[in-house]
Each structure stands twice: as C-alpha cells, then as structure tokens.
C-alpha cells in the first residue's frame, strides 16, 4: 500500500519549533519506523531543504511560496492534487487544514489538532493578516470533504463533532507521545549546564510554549508577582521561540511584566533547543502551565517525563493528559493560583507523590503505539 504523509510543517517558520512541527515529525519517523508490512511512505515535502527522516521513504517535492508563506494554500490548489495523482498514493495524509486536497483519487486523512483559531475567531482575526483569515475560513471549509479527521484527544473529538456536525465514527483520537530524549537527569549536572549557557542560578518556576493570548501569560505574570510578594525568592521562566519576535503579543507580556515590577525577576530565555529543556524541567521548582485552551499540551507530558511536578489550569483537554498527576487551578482566578501554588511548595510529601504519579502517566502516551494506531486506520482503506 502507497500512504501519503504532508510533511511541510516540519520546515515552515510558523510551525517547524512549535507544537504542529514536532509533532508531525515525531509521528512521521514513528509511522516509519513502525512500518512492520512494508508499506511505501511518500512524504510531500518543500523543494528548498528537504526534511530528513529515518526509515524507508520516497521523498515527493512541491513547490512553495517562501514570501508570503501564510499564501502556499494558493499554488497548492493546483500544485498538491497534481502530486499526489503522480505518485499514485492509496491514502493522502494532510497534516495541515489548509492542504486538504481538491482531489477524490485517494482517501484523504486530517489532522486536525484543534479548533482553536474558530473557537476565538474574534481574536484570531485581529491578530493574523486579512488574508490569513481568510484562508483559515477556506480550509475550514474544505474540511467536510475529508475521509477521516485524526486529533489528540477526546476533547477536541468532542469540539469537532458538535462545532462541524462532523460525523462522530470517522473522527479517531490518536494521543501522541513524548520524544525519548525526555527524561530525569541529574540535578547538579542540570543545574551547572543552565548556570553556563543561560545565565540562571537558583531557584524558578518554568513555562514553555507559545505566546499568544490563549497561553494566558499576562495572568501568569500577574500571579507570579503575588507569589514573589508573598516571599518566593526565584524568577519565572517564559521559554519559546515567539518570545524573540517582535511581535504585539510579546510586547504586552513584557509591558506586563514591567507593570507588575518583575523586570529583574521574569527571564526570556527564547527558543530552547530539544536537547536542553530537560535541563529546565530538571531544575525547576514547578512547570506553571496556565493555558485558556489546549488540544493536547506536549509540555505537561514532557515535564512528567523529567520529573517536574506540574500545577495546570483546569481547562479543554489539560486534565485529560494530567489526569490526577496535575495540582489544578481556574485559569482566571489569581488566588487559586496562589493555593495551588502553595499547596505543591509546602508539603514535600504531595510534591514527591506529584512526580510518581506523573512518571506513571507519562508512560500512558507512547509514540510507538499512536504510529500502530495509525498505520492500522491507513490499512482499514486499502481497498
């Protein structure tokens, strides 16, 4: 059987350090190297620095528009239907809303990782190009016509069926893993690692991830600096590659962090490479995910695997990957933050059952078996 797989996100800007470029690398190596029955992998990727990926694969080429590249939806009208009718594919598998083929000569696979950008259109659409919008709108659109929807948990099931009438029985959860590389490591070596390369000594709370509104940072720096008042002598970690954009988004965290008196307090250490941030889960005293809504939430399961005691916002699917090894926090309310703050720093014995519990839900979610779950959804259209 010949499968088709999108790999563009793995290359563009906007996606390739992000949540959607990560994951489609690690389900794309994960598929191939799970390919037990000898599937033929097609992976349809930009001509300009092709991706390398580890297993058996065919690599097929689309031309891109690298300026703008929020319009490469345009040429690929045309240009992806035409690719995939000349590699023949069975099974199409767009990783991206907006690369859903016009094209009924194969079963067609989404992902779709959330619903995001629609569920706050109003600021979605101040905050991204005319053009962009509309383009989300059209992919949006296309959407109907696909075979099967694949997303990371059952929240976002939940959300695509009611909000798309989409049908229920053609939309599969797949959970996604975590990257091998995440794991405990040994404290003080962490710890002198992080001192070197990023300046930081003593204690801090951490945060990984984008910068945009539904991250909910301006409350996370809101509460960090009622608990730094309260007597917490560390600082507050905001990690991400956004966070070096001059964009609005940053600019008012760093207003708001200026507001809050927390310049000396709040570091940007920008984009952390896979191969450090177990350091930063290592040492920190707790991962603070505040997010207003997630589809899934890589770091909360990343932080598990290094042994980071973990306090969330109760809200979308966080609690679905947290499960009972989170502290809970309403994601509007500061002096829930506080407790949930609170109760984590001051009992050393809830700590230590927070990081058991975390390891053990870690190993829920295995790249392994998500490439088997689907790699068997691709079979189920072999004929």
Request: glycine letters at 8%.
């Amino acid at each position: 059987m010949r499968i088709g797989i999108d790999v563009r996100p793995v290359q563009k800007k906007s996606s390739r350090r992000r949540g959607i470029g990560r994951y489609t690398r690690q389900l794309v190596e994960s598929v191939l190297n799970a390919n037990k029955a000898g599937h033929e992998f097609v992976l349809y990727a930009q001509r300009e620095d092709p991706p390398a990926f580890e297993g058996p694969h065919l690599l097929q080429p689309i031309y891109q528009l690298s300026r703008p590249g929020r319009l490469a939806w345009l040429p690929d009208l045309i240009l992806l239907p035409r690719a995939i009718r000349k590699t023949d594919v069975r099974v199409f598998h767009a990783t991206d809303m907006m690369a859903i083929p016009k094209t009924r000569d194969c079963a067609v696979f989404l992902t779709l990782h959330d619903l995001i950008p629609f569920i706050y259109w109003e600021q979605t659409k101040r905050s991204v190009p005319y053009d962009f919008a509309f383009a989300l709108r059209y992919g949006l659109s296309r959407v109907s016509s696909v075979d099967r929807i694949l997303t990371d948990s059952i929240h976002s099931k939940n959300d695509i069926c009611e909000r798309l009438n989409f049908p229920e029985e053609r939309v599969s959860v797949i959970y996604p893993g975590y990257h091998a590389a995440f794991g405990p490591r040994d404290p003080a070596a962490s710890a002198g690692r992080l001192a070197e390369k990023y300046g930081l000594n003593g204690p801090f709370l951490f945060y990984v991830g984008g910068s945009d509104f539904r991250k909910n940072l301006g409350f996370l720096v809101e509460g960090f600096g009622q608990i730094h008042r309260l007597g917490y002598t560390g600082q507050l970690v905001l990690a991400g590659e956004t966070f070096e954009w001059d964009i609005e988004e940053v600019r008012e965290i760093r207003r708001r962090v200026a507001a809050a008196g927390m310049q000396d307090h709040v570091v940007f250490p920008g984009f952390v490479p896979d191969s450090d941030l177990p350091d930063f889960y290592t040492c920190c005293d707790l991962f603070v995910f505040p997010s207003l809504y997630e589809g899934f939430g890589f770091p909360v399961l990343e932080a598990f695997a290094c042994r980071a005691p973990v306090i969330a916002s109760r809200t979308s699917s966080i609690p679905e990957v947290g499960g009972d090894a989170c502290e809970y926090f309403e994601a509007t309310d500061t002096s829930d933050f506080i407790r949930a703050f609170e109760r984590v720093s001051n009992d050393a014995d809830k700590r230590r059952t927070m990081i058991q519990k975390g390891v053990e839900r870690a190993c829920l979610f295995s790249w392994k078996r998500a490439a088997e779950q689907l790699i068997a959804l691709y079979e189920s259209y072999s004929r």
